[in-house]
């Protein structure tokens, strides 16, 4: 065809020429034979082609999908189909961002964590700690060791808590050439993210927030390890505190059958930890410890992002809790939990029963459903993992604190999310720039549990050292603000796991409740025969105030952990009724 319109040309990185027609009256773009599928300029009158978009940021018509013999030929979000076509993955993806150093030589890392949609809290708050730990990195010098003051940043992804924007986030990364990524932050997220990109792809992945105990059994050759311990220890130890409140005298009528009903998300997190508690509360049931049958029940629903109908979902699981009539209730799930607690609180027949509360459950929208106080459970117990004590958590509490109004404590997981930049930067260090890759990473990962190594705190006081070290070969203790760094190499999870106490307090009857750390419940030591329960921090009592102080966050007594800047042991604060 012969055009009658003006004709436009422009030269692009790859020197095809891009023309515009308008062609005998009609407004459509076409290709022109011989400049390898270049597209045209277009617009409001102009619109593209079939099997053409108009890109709104250069007004030009390109290919919605390209010929291609593999992903690399494609955009970053994008991938080669069947028919060796390009295809994108999902729509508005968000990734890109770069947080640290701006400087071409950094070492670029991924993170990928839930930065929007209804579970964004917990992630926001991962990202401000990640800003936080690459300025204190950069600050000081960057990476040293072999990487030679190279300073560090991060490629951020929104997986936005669905699945296939996780996939497609992993997929952007690995086009970047991204070795190592720090997230995503559920389980549900991290398993396909795991198996169907980063395992094939040869991506090391570090989850500072993922529990799921089915991810341990991944065939990963070594390339996913997570910060956080499994599910496994949580369960176990919420196990023992439901006993626990199956003992007190506390339920109407003291009968001698007590049911726990467990209201569960039905993904791999919401199961996994239901047949570890019922497991767990099953053995103690039979352990003859007390005259006493505990049973258990299960309610499984959809998450918020899942269902098609929430409110008729949490209708759902009020009308089963009804009809359980259960004595203590347990919820597995995440910040949405709070919408079912709402409601909960407004049955008679619900709302005095003792809860029990996952660490994913955890949120400032939970804290605000009570209000005033009295609407509020005597008995809320919430866990988490973590120990929050020692130097390194006392550092990065402070260090929380300068970015946070009104915040007395650092939310569930950040300083998983602080402690997992730091790991990223050891272990570059002790590798060769031009070695860079997952396996190296994983390798390096490897060398954190150096019982004859310099003794680390996460932090940038110990940061060259560190580098120094694993710039020569050594391997490091490395002791974090989540707690000791003591990796099983087989399961890529922590060996030491101390299990915390969290409830909602009221600190002014005129405001809306607050989360509020009562302090290390449990430790469940992999060398030890069984675990430790710490009775002041179960209960959120204070332990007595003649024991013998802590020294910098430690007790050199055995079986002793700080409490209060004093030391607390397993009898102090332990109930008439404990198992």
């Not at 506390?250 to 497991?279: C, K, L, M």
């Amino acid at each position: 065809m012969k055009p009658t319109g003006p004709v436009f040309l422009a030269q692009g990185a790859s020197t095809m020429l891009l023309v515009a027609f308008v062609l005998g009256g009609s407004t459509g773009c076409e290709t022109v034979p011989g400049y390898g599928g270049a597209s045209f300029a277009c617009g409001a009158i102009a619109p593209c082609a079939e099997g053409f978009v108009c890109d709104s940021k250069t007004t030009l018509c390109v290919p919605t999908a390209g010929p291609c013999t593999g992903d690399k030929d494609c955009a970053l979000d994008e991938v080669c189909g069947a028919t060796n076509l390009c295809e994108q993955l999902v729509e508005d993806l968000q990734c890109g961002t770069v947080l640290g150093s701006q400087k071409e030589d950094a070492l670029r890392l991924g993170f990928m964590m839930t930065l929007s949609g209804p579970f964004a809290e917990s992630g926001l708050e991962q990202r401000k700690v990640l800003e936080l730990a690459l300025s204190e990195i950069n600050g000081n010098g960057g990476i040293q060791g072999l990487q030679g003051q190279r300073e560090l940043a991060f490629v951020v992804c929104d997986t936005k808590g669905e699945e296939e924007y996780t996939l497609a986030s992993a997929h952007y990364l690995d086009q970047l050439g991204i070795p190592a990524i720090l997230g995503p932050g559920f389980s549900s997220l991290l398993e396909p993210a795991a198996r169907e990109v980063a395992i094939p792809k040869g991506i090391f992945m570090v989850s500072p927030s993922s529990t799921a105990v089915d991810i341990r059994d991944l065939d990963d050759n070594d390339l996913i390890w997570r910060i956080s311990s499994s599910d496994t220890e949580q369960a176990n130890t919420l196990a023992y505190f439901a006993f626990w409140l199956a003992l007190e005298p506390i339920h109407d009528g003291d009968p001698a059958s007590i049911r726990v009903t467990g209201v569960h998300t039905d993904d791999n997190y919401g199961y996994g930890f239901r047949e570890g508690f019922a497991a767990a509360l099953q053995v103690l049931s039979f352990s003859g410890a007390a005259d006493v049958d505990v049973q258990f029940h299960a309610v499984p629903h959809p998450s918020k992002g899942e269902a098609d109908d929430w409110d008729a979902e949490v209708k759902d699981v009020i009308d089963a809790l009804k009809e359980e009539e259960p004595h203590i209730v347990l919820f597995v799930g995440y910040e949405d939990t709070a919408d079912i607690l709402s409601q909960m609180k407004v049955e008679p027949t619900l709302n005095t029963l003792p809860v029990l509360l996952t660490d994913g459950v955890s949120s400032k929208a939970l804290a605000t459903t009570y209000q005033p106080e009295d609407v509020k459970p005597e008995h809320i117990f919430g866990v988490q993992p973590g120990f929050r004590t020692g130097a390194a958590y006392e550092h990065f509490k402070a260090l929380y604190a300068t970015t946070s109004v009104g915040e007395t404590v650092p939310p569930a997981w950040t300083e998983y999310t602080y402690d997992g930049v730091y790991l990223l930067a050891y272990a570059a260090a002790g590798i060769e720039p031009e070695a860079i890759s997952g396996a190296a990473f994983a390798e390096a990962f490897k060398r954190f549990d150096e019982p004859d190594g310099r003794i680390v705190n996460v932090g940038p006081d110990h940061l060259l050292v560190a580098c120094q070290d694993m710039g020569t070969g050594l391997g490091i203790d490395v002791r974090g603000a989540s707690g000791p760094l003591d990796f099983d190499l087989e399961t890529g999870e922590p060996m030491s796991v101390g299990i915390l106490r969290w409830t909602v307090d009221f600190p002014n009857p005129e405001e809306p409740g607050q989360l509020a750390d009562c302090g290390l419940a449990m430790v469940h030591d992999a060398n030890a025969s069984g675990p430790q329960t710490y009775w002041c921090g179960a209960r959120c009592l204070a332990p007595p105030s003649d024991n013998a102080p802590c020294e910098a966050g430690y007790c050199s007594e055995e079986g002793a952990a700080c409490a209060n800047d004093v030391c607390t042991g397993g009898d102090d604060c332990k109930p008439e009724h404990a198992p």
